[in-house]
């Protein structure tokens, strides 16, 4: 009778069809039906079993029978051991079972899904995700337990700054701190005589877990291990601030009890590791998109095209597509930096894809498969009603990658997180010449930091371009005016590379005959009518440098082409005066931009930069 109410529960809920039950399952039935009946003949209720004792002897029993309880299978060219259909069968029920039959209320159960505490008390999470539970069964200590449930409860209630995720966060970090206490001290059944030792105790299984057991390829020890003290400690202050927790909250203070020092060091993150998807990478991507799973395809071009969160695109609904100005918007809610309403525009090709999802999803929606008007929605099944998960996403992704090997430039396979696509969005923002500003109200910050990282990428990348043209070719105007290439007779070193760079960006400004480096400050007498070329008695002024911007090719393009028609007209007017010191700066026009159309650079100071130099490090030297 048990497992018949738990066959009516998944098919009227949706959870399996006709074809599961009499095909996928009917053999594992039958099997369970078999092991019931020979190893329990007596059992009233499957809920009677210890699950995780009763779950060794059915894979034990399968096995004896002949039938395979794992197999080996590929996932993006790596092979796991999974389990097969038949030997997860019996927990399934158990557990399937086991939720049907608990009245309790949710706060009372071992075992939260927030689906059911969102029906009942409002509590958000996001759809999109797979982490519905949080599991208090593994504290082994009752009353820890008890204490943590009640403190979870309050913060989600009060639901200031406290997310379903952060629930989640503080379970997997802060239960292996309660059970290190547990069995440090198995008489305790509260905080008050914690001390320092007992988190010495704890802080050394934390590393040697790290060492033995934190085994996942993108794992950080350090990390983990910080963000393991970070929730800790949060946890003793909040005990030790609320009321509610007097009787069982440690009697020394938290500072007392974990220090600064023990939160490790984090490498600083370099600009490379803002994780974008290069160009090289999209070209790929794009390139085979028509082989990328139909439901995922304008999931890519949404989050491309307008930088949006996975979660945050998942959970766009039918009324998201409006007009402003004549332009089209996306509408939808920020979830992370709480922004109701944001509008981002977009083009028409992706007006054109959302107006589509629209109306396929209004077509194939009622109030039972999406009362939420999703776009990106299950019809059926066990996720009926919710979004597609980012699992599923970041799956696909990841196939495609795996058939189609899509690489990095060193021929590596390139692994996708649907995250990098916002990333993306924002560094191309800032490339394109966006301002902070914009780019962080288009990608909804809540504060300039993450946007600012963008602009230092392209900062750092404007520096690597720079570098590159000065290694490929230093010149300089000799003491004749001539130009003098410096990499023939020395390497350009790096404090005056940072020189160049510096002024470059601080007090370089363009203008008809290269960039100056003295305009800004007004400091050239000439400026009104700059005659840069000639400004040092006849011979170029040392503060100009022709090359570093990408238009100074044209202008002496341009400076050719006028020339060599004045010097004609002047030939024909019998103007030879004219002739003669035109002749003269086109020879000049000429060579600089023989020098510089290949990429090289012209510095006029480079000697008096080095002197500089020198004289600062005199000067350093005698004060030190």
């Keep these: 009778m048990e ?3 738990v066959y009516y529960n998944q098919i009227f809920s949706d959870r399996w069809g006709i074809r599961t039950i009499f095909k996928s399952i009917s053999g594992s039935l039958k099997k369970l039906t078999a092991y019931l009946s020979e190893r329990h003949s007596n059992l009233t209720s499957i809920l009677d079993l210890d699950i995780n004792k009763e779950q060794k002897l059915w894979t034990f ?29 019996f927990s399934r029920v158990y557990n399937t079972l086991f939720q049907l039959t608990d009245t309790r209320d949710e706060w009372e159960k071992d075992r939260w899904d927030v689906r059911i505490l969102n029906k009942k008390y409002l509590i958000d999470f996001n759809e999109s995700t797979s982490g519905h539970g949080i599991v208090f069964s593994n504290i082994e200590n009752e009353k820890y337990s008890e204490i943590f449930k009640e403190y979870i409860k309050g913060r989600l209630i009060s639901g200031k700054n406290f997310t379903w995720g952060t629930a989640r966060s503080y379970g997997l970090y802060t239960v292996p701190f309660l059970n290190s206490i547990a069995k440090q001290n198995p008489k305790w059944n509260d905080f008050k005589k914690l001390e320092r030792k007992h988190i010495e105790t704890y802080i050394e299984e934390l590393k040697e877990y790290t060492r033995t057991k934190l085994n996942k390829t993108s794992s950080n020890p350090k990390k983990y291990v910080r963000d393991s003290l970070k929730f800790v400690r949060a946890f003793i202050r909040d005990l030790q601030i609320l009321e509610k927790f007097e009787d069982f909250a440690p009697e020394e203070m938290v500072f007392r009890l974990i220090y600064p020092e023990d939160f490790p060091n984090l490498p600083k993150k370099s600009l490379d590791d803002i994780d974008y998807i290069p160009d090289y990478v999209l070209e790929q991507l794009f390139n085979n998109l028509n082989d990328l799973h139909p439901d995922v395809q304008p999931i890519v071009w949404i989050a491309f095209k ?41 083009d028409d090709h992706l007006a054109d894809i959302v107006a589509v999802l629209i109306d396929r999803s209004k077509q194939n929606s009622n109030d039972d498969n999406n009362p939420e008007k999703y776009l990106f929605v299950r019809y059926r099944g ?65 504060s300039p930091e993450m946007t600012l990282q963008y602009a230092r990428l392209l900062d750092d990348t404007k520096r690597k371009e720079f570098e590159k043209v000065v290694k490929q070719g230093v010149f300089t105007f000799d003491i004749n005016g001539e130009i003098d290439k410096i990499s023939e007779r020395e390497d350009v070193p790096k404090d005056i590379l940072d020189m160049l760079w510096k002024d470059e960006k601080l007090n370089a400004l363009d203008n008809p005959y290269g960039t100056c480096r003295a305009r800004v400050n007004g400091n050239c007498p000439l400026a009104a009518e700059p005659p840069c070329l000639t400004a040092n008695d006849g011979k170029p002024c040392f503060d100009l440098e022709v090359g570093i911007s990408s238009f100074d090719v044209k202008k002496y393009e341009l400076l050719i082409e006028t020339t060599a028609k004045w010097i004609e007209a002047s030939k024909n007017y019998g103007r030879e005066d004219m002739v003669k010191a035109n002749e003269k700066n086109l020879e000049r026009y000429q060579n600089i931009y023989e020098t510089i159309k290949d990429g090289n650079v012209i510095f006029g100071r480079y000697d008096r930069m080095k002197k500089h130099l020198e004289r600062e490090k005199k000067k350093g030297v005698k004060h030190g």
């Design 3 to 5: 497992i018949k109410f």
């Design 382 to 446: 066990p996720r009926k009603g919710r979004t597609f998960s980012q699992g599923f996403v970041r799956e696909e992704l990841n196939k495609l990658a795996f058939e189609k090997n899509i690489t990095d430039e060193s021929g590596n396979l390139f692994r996708f997180r649907p995250h990098q696509f916002r990333h993306t969005f924002g560094v191309k923002m800032i490339n394109g010449g966006a301002d902070i500003l914009t780019v962080q109200e288009l990608l909804a910050h809540a």
């Design 306 to 346: 307008t930088g949006l969160r996975l979660s945050d695109t998942l959970e766009l609904t039918q009324d998201c597509l409006g007009k402003i100005n004549g332009r089209s918007t996306l509408t939808t809610d920020i979830e992370k930096t709480y922004v109701i309403g944001h509008k981002i525009p977009i």
């Design 61 to 89: 029993w399968l096995n004896g029978k002949g039938e395979k309880t794992s197999y080996i299978k590929k996932m993006r060219g790596k092979e796991i051991v999974a389990r097969t259909e038949i030997d997860g069968f």
